[in-house]
């Protein structure tokens, strides 16, 4: 069993250890998406693909996830990544989830050279593999970036917004704008810590908005009433649902939903 235990997790940050759920099925009668994560430990940590898998299995939508996210990596490394490449072609998958370094967005001259190219190279690969391109609107940290003149979360958040649609636009790509979510539901309310101590990445809250949004985006239908509420107090975990819907659902098409 500890061996078991130590694989899975030496295997987390490339594959992900859910299982292939209900898709294997082949008595199915309603569609059952099969999701890939291509990031890095904003995606892993709280796991969420198993976090959105849960969501959407109480909402009464099987599906299947996997995940390539090794801690740090930038959309470049995994442009040259034979694990990522080898990820993409593993299973027949509708969306593949693109989620850059936490930073790279948020600087211009860095989301030009680095994140866009990129982007743009994983994209074409992507669509040539019969799948979705979904860019995932990251967060900004909790206290800014002082050192490149964002000296709090909202300026870093409005420069990662536009670091993210700029190419989503130019590509004609949907978008899980986790990032406006987030700004929206600390707005409302400035108490709801969504940040681990680190102010960088989430904690289980935060990580459950961003399944909670991925939710809308790929399902087109708001996460309102799930019954799955993680470890979160009721009344938190329908907050959020209700910031998600409304971020994403309001306007489908400023996030290049069909």
């Known amino acids: 069993m500890k061996r078991l235990l130590l694989a899975?997790?030496?295997?987390?940050s490339f594959c992900g250890c859910s299982a292939p759920s209900d898709c294997t099925d082949t008595r199915r009668t309603t569609p059952c998406p099969r999701v890939l994560f291509v990031?890095?430990?904003?995606?892993y940590v709280n796991d969420l693909p198993a976090t959105f898998t849960a969501l959407a299995k109480a909402g009464g939508h099987p599906i299947q996830t996997g995940m390539v996210a090794p801690g740090g990596w930038t959309l470049a490394q995994h442009l040259n990544s034979a694990d990522t490449l080898s990820a993409l072609q593993s299973?027949?998958?509708?969306?593949?989830?693109?989620?850059?370094q936490s930073q790279i967005p948020a600087i211009e001259p860095d989301r030009s050279s680095d994140m866009y190219p990129a982007a743009r190279?994983?994209?074409?690969?992507?669509?040539?593999?019969?799948?979705q391109p979904v860019f995932f609107l990251t967060w900004?940290?909790?206290?800014?970036?002082?050192?490149?003149?964002?000296?709090?979360?909202?300026?870093?958040?409005l420069q990662i917004n536009q670091g993210y649609m700029t190419i989503a636009?130019?590509?004609?790509?949907?978008?899980?704008?986790?990032?406006?979510?987030w700004l929206t539901a600390w707005l409302q309310d400035p108490q709801l810590d969504l940040w681990q101590a680190d102010g960088s990445h989430p904690n289980e809250q935060g990580t459950y908005l961003a399944a909670c949004v991925f939710y809308a985006v790929i399902f087109r239908q708001s996460p309102e009433n799930n019954t799955y509420h993680a470890h979160l107090p009721a009344a938190t975990a329908r907050y959020l649902q209700s910031v998600a819907?409304?971020?994403?659902?309001?306007?489908?098409?400023?996030w290049n939903l069909p």
Not at 8 to 12: K, N, R, T
Not at 91 to 100: G, M
Not at 169 to 181: D, H, S, T
Request: proline share 7%.
């Open 8 to 12: 899975c997790f030496l295997l987390l």
């Open 140 to 157: 900004a940290h909790r206290d800014g970036w002082p050192e490149y003149n964002l000296p709090d979360y909202e300026s870093m958040q």
């Open 39 to 43: 990031g890095n430990s904003y995606t």
């Open 91 to 100: 299973s027949k998958w509708d969306f593949v989830i693109l989620q850059e």
């Open 245 to 254: 819907a409304s971020t994403v659902l309001s306007n489908p098409s400023q």
């Open 121 to 131: 190279a994983l994209v074409q690969k992507i669509r040539q593999a019969g799948a």
């Open 169 to 181: 636009n130019q590509l004609i790509a949907p978008v899980a704008p986790v990032g406006y979510a």
